[in-house]
């Protein structure tokens, strides 16, 4: 069975340095892996996904993830926090039957 | 286009009562999901369909039904409300669900309900 373990529950930074929230993931075979973003109150929102193609996946509002099978990582980065990245982050992997499961979240937090 | 919308936004319920909650996308998708969301949890399926007048049950059907009589349409019910059914729903949709460039979910703003 496929699953996704993001490995910290909060991540706190400074507003201009770098991010990293971590995803572990477990899967039989060559998996399709998303991370998604909900800002406070909102809804869900695809920031990117790896499919096979290139490893290093660019998202939008300059986020970045890169996939590891040799780790089994997918985790994600962004080079200099913004107030406006607050929100929860989900990394999710699709199953076999082309359904998502979802890791359980980490909320950023961004100090000025 | 509105995307995916979700009525209502809000509700409270007593322990027994019943409501359905509507979801409407007007992008064509064929597939539509619900979900729920759990403090601490990801996101966990409830019901989908993969089309008009067909669904299947998710990860956490139990006291959940719906229905899918228009393609726009995702109907989710409860029978009879259980404080453990106190969550926020979101409903998706996708074009297809292969592994493609095309299957993005697409989610609505959620329905935070409360049963007491």
């Known amino acids: 069975a496929q699953s996704v373990t993001q490995l910290d529950s909060h991540v706190s930074v400074s507003e201009g340095t770098p991010v990293l929230l971590r995803c572990n993931y477990s899967s039989s075979y060559s998996p399709s892996l998303f991370w998604y973003v909900q800002h406070p109150n909102k809804g869900l929102q695809l920031l990117l996904k790896y499919t096979s193609a290139a490893t290093l996946v660019k998202g939008i509002n300059g986020f970045e993830a890169e996939f590891k099978k040799s780790e089994t990582s997918f985790h994600l980065t962004k080079p200099s926090a913004h107030m406006s990245d607050v929100a929860e982050y989900f990394c999710v992997i699709m199953d076999s039957n082309y359904q998502l499961i979802w890791g359980a979240g980490t909320k950023l937090i961004i100090k000025p | ?116």
């Open chain 2, 1 to 116: 286009n509105a995307g995916v919308t979700q009525t209502p936004k809000f509700r409270v319920l007593k322990t027994g009562q019943s409501m359905t909650l509507l979801c409407a996308q007007d992008m064509n998708h064929e597939y539509m999901y619900w979900y729920r969301q759990d403090p601490g949890m990801g996101l966990r399926l409830i019901h989908y369909s993969v089309g008009e007048g067909t669904t299947a049950k998710g990860e956490v059907p139990d006291g959940y039904n719906v229905s899918r009589l228009k393609k726009q349409n995702f109907l989710l019910g409860l029978e009879s409300a259980a404080p453990s059914q106190t969550s926020v729903y979101f409903c998706a949709s996708s074009r297809n669900r292969d592994s493609g460039t095309r299957n993005e979910q697409f989610f609505g703003p959620g329905t935070r309900l409360t049963v007491l």
